[in-house]
């Protein structure tokens, strides 16, 4: 059976992309958010995963406001980046895992979860920059990956309860998947932030800290919030941050926390990047 080998949750913003273009890692602005990620590399490097299930919001490059699934899963043999309109390079298409993701769609609708499958998807900044953030090296991204897009644009968005369960049952059915491969799973979107409206700019460092700690010790705490008041504590784009629970509710079990790194602002957003791994 697959093995879990734990779960990286990170802040994406279409602007890490230009910075890395133009290798801005060591500009006072970049460096705190740059050094957040060598110790995450260096886990990697320990744990080496073959695939990575990618949990991420698109934010209208393969879905738009007339066609918006709460839940899609590529089933894609690749994944191309498209060019979104921020002025971020595109990268080179990323493997798709099609026994994988046929795996899942599966279990998923087998426990009710009735998810868009994607056998065409192009990928964002949500999943594109997470990737080539924790695989710098110039080339092809060596995971194969598996997205998983849960729609944070458009109301009615999915609460945080049922992306804990979609998390919990994607784990599941990955734990269960007859592969001897070693699988990590990712989180991408949030922290705080809000993009427009009389809020710009808006973030809460206090809010975002306690949610970062209660994926350790209390996961379901931010369960409590509907997505309203998700949006008033952590603003609009911050909605995003049930990436990371359904992330961490993949995880089997306790978990400890093996690095982690926040701050703030990276454009408009609190940028915050933890590493999970099972086992308290
Ligand atoms: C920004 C943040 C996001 O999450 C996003 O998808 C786009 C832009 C920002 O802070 O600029
Ligand atoms: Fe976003």
Known sequence: MAHIVGGIATSHVPAIGRAIAGHLQQDPYWKPFFDGFPP????????????????????????????????????????????EGWGIPTLPPFAGELDLSWHLINALVAREFDVTTCQEMLVDHAVTLPLKLLWPEDGP??????????????????????????????????????????????????????????????????????????????????TQYSNEELVEKAGTQGVELLMWLAARAALPGAVR????????????????????????
């Open 257 to 280: 926390k093996v690095h982690a790194n926040y701050h703030i602002p990276i454009s408009n957003t609190a940028a915050g990047l933890m590493v999970m791994e099972s086992g308290a």
């Open 40 to 83: 995450a590399q260096a886990w990697l490097d320990k744990v080496r995963p073959d695939v990575a299930v990618v949990f991420y919001n698109d934010h209208g490059l393969n879905f738009f406001l007339d066609k918006m699934p709460t839940f899609a899963v590529g089933a894609a043999p690749q994944y191309v980046n498209a060019d």
């Open 141 to 222: 991204c060596p995971m194969r990956i598996v997205p998983v897009c849960i729609n944070t644009v458009q109301y009615p968005l999915p609460s945080a309860t049922r992306c804990y369960k979609l998390g919990q049952a994607v784990g599941e059915a990955i734990a269960a998947w007859k592969s001897d491969a070693r699988v990590l799973v990712i989180g991408s979107g949030g922290l705080s932030h809000q993009l427009d409206g009389q809020r710009a700019g808006f973030i809460n460092k206090d809010f975002d800290l306690a949610f970062m700690e209660s994926l350790i010790n209390d996961p379901k705490w931010v």
